[in-house]
């Protein structure tokens, strides 16, 4: 019922629209719109996107308390981040509560994948040179996109660092040194070289160490009250030696025309720490990672109307996976991965107001494995994946902006599946920029290699997971420049609906690298999101910063009501979870900058099974870190210096039961360039 009054909604007020204006006023509006467009930049950028996306670029990006991707990505609202620990545990991310899987991660335009699991840990993917990381839910505005974009619940984009070269400038250097609490060291390089006019070539390299020896209290209750251990110790096999390679060619031939090549090299080692059940230490796990990809993308327009884009992507991946503990099941596999993904989408412009764009995605992707135990897996399996998008797009004067898709996914023998999606953007006061945006969408994912077969029960008889969306935002944007306080502000409003049906869930059952995979049956997610961003341009060269996330959700098993867990919050969902960013900037008459920065993270109570009773309880959890910098030109070299306090009051958490996070931990940075 809900989702048909809600189909029934958009659909009424674009055909509201469309009777509105008939064809010559619609095209006198859009002239109209595309000359303020000229004049009125900013209004126009600030309207583009129908789902506002939660954005961290630039300096922003910087300022934060974090290593990796993974870190940033908790200052986003609506988000849960499975985190073991250490700079070498394993992060995934999980959005609206609609499982990693839902979550599309692309790195430079394209998705980054896994076959085996699903999942992509984003902590081997570092923020030295990432130029912005964009969260959209649903799907980006733009229609010109890949077939497979269409598909997700949401979409994680990471891009990297583009070369930028003043007049005569034909190299850039990039060093940087990072050193901290258990043993780090992470020194990178990155080099930039105009080879021509339009064509330049980048370079980054990084090396990361860590003992990931860190002190932590272990501490559990009884339910009378009575205390059953309550130790101090030093976490164990938390090391990491990894080390990570990029190269990428950009060339710009035209103003509508380029290609880029990019090729990612990672190489890790490090140690997996156990979970610790009734005072038990485990820690005889060992994990080998060789991440190997190379991409390319070539873009152009032809005529002012034809708008065509191709990716292309081969993947190679290893994982060597050895468990020694006598405690659990031995274990000394070894997986190798392989990807061929193609990509052609094509737009097309009918009139200024109404775009068209039709995209046919194809990946084969193969998985070997060598020594697995269980007998019920096969040594190798391959899959063949193909997705068919189709789109449309209006743009009516300044007050209403439609978009509507339809994606036919096939994998392998499976019949097709069919997925639409409708959004919608209104904006009732062009003078102001107040828009209510809302989407409908239905997701749809395969399990994986993993889910069906490389576990330790064995679950090849899980079913495919259906995901509908329903979302409603309220986005508000505003911003003065008058003397003496300017200001920027940004705020949006959420409310979200999705249920799922057979839903797959996995969380870890004595070993990190294994999963315990199941249907729930249906899974009803509601959930609030709410967002703040406020700049304050203050005298005397002083800014203000500040970000404010909020979320509020309930994700319920409604599968049986006979179910001792009906109703039940589902494992690792917190109801209130939310962040707050603060930063204080200062640049001095000479061009130097210095700037103190604070953030907070709290994540509400949890359970960690399917019950919700006081044996699975999971605590809430908050961090407070704080950080100072300096920035300064020297003989023409750009200096900085960085001191980060991350869990400053030394708090006891977990944000997977039984794997206890780090006390107070600091890191300094020194930074170069050229």
Known sequence: ????????????????????????????????????????????????????????????????NSLSVADALRYFSGVQLKDYGGVGGI?????RSMGSQHTAVYYNGVQLGNAQNGQVDLGRFSLDNMEEVQLFNGQKSDIFQSAREFGAAGNVYLTTRKPYFKDNERVHAHLRMRAGSFALANPSLGVDVKL????????DAEYVYSDGRYPFRYRRVLPN????????????????????????LHHYYSTTGYWRLHAYNYWSERGVPGAIVNNVWRSGERLWDRNTFVQGQWQDEWFDR????????????YTHYLNYDQRLLPSDNEYLQQEVYLSLANKLQLFRWWDLSLAYDYQYNALRRDNLLLEAAPEHFDRHSHWLSAATAMNIREYLRLQAAVLMTAVSCQLPKVTPSVFMSLRPYPAIDLSINAFYKQSYRYPTFNDLYYTDLGNADLRPELARQHSVELAYRKSGRQTPVGYELTATASYYYNRVTDKIIAYPKGQQFRWTMLNLGTVKINGTDIKT???????????FRTRLNYTYQTAIDVTNPADTYYGDQIPYIPRHSGSAVAGLDWQSSRGDHYGLNYSFIYVGERYGQQENTIYNYVQPWYTHDLSIYGEWDVCGWGLKANIEINNLLGQDY????NYPMPKQNIRCTLAATY
Request: neutral net charge.
């Open 1 to 64: 019922m809900k989702r048909s009054l809600f189909l029934i909604v958009l659909l009424a007020l674009g055909a509201l629209a469309a009777f509105a204006w008939d064809a010559d006023s619609l095209r006198i509006a859009a002239h109209d719109s595309f000359r303020v467009a000229e004049i009125e930049v900013t209004a126009r950028a600030l309207t583009k996107d129908i789902i506002v996306p939660q954005t961290l670029k630039g300096a922003e990006l910087r300022r934060l």
């Open 91 to 95: 992060k995934t991310i999980n959005v």
């Open 196 to 203: 021509m006019d339009g064509l330049s070539l980048t370079m």
């Open 225 to 248: 009250g009575e205390t059953a251990y309550d130790t101090t110790a030093i976490r164990q096999n938390g090391d990491i030696n990894a080390v990570r390679a990029e190269l990428g």
């Open 306 to 317: 034809w708008s065509t884009r191709l990716l292309a992507k081969y993947a190679n991946d």
């Open 533 to 543: 961003d406020l700049s304050l341009f203050l005298p005397m060269q002083f800014t």
């Open 654 to 657: 977990e944000v997977i039961q």
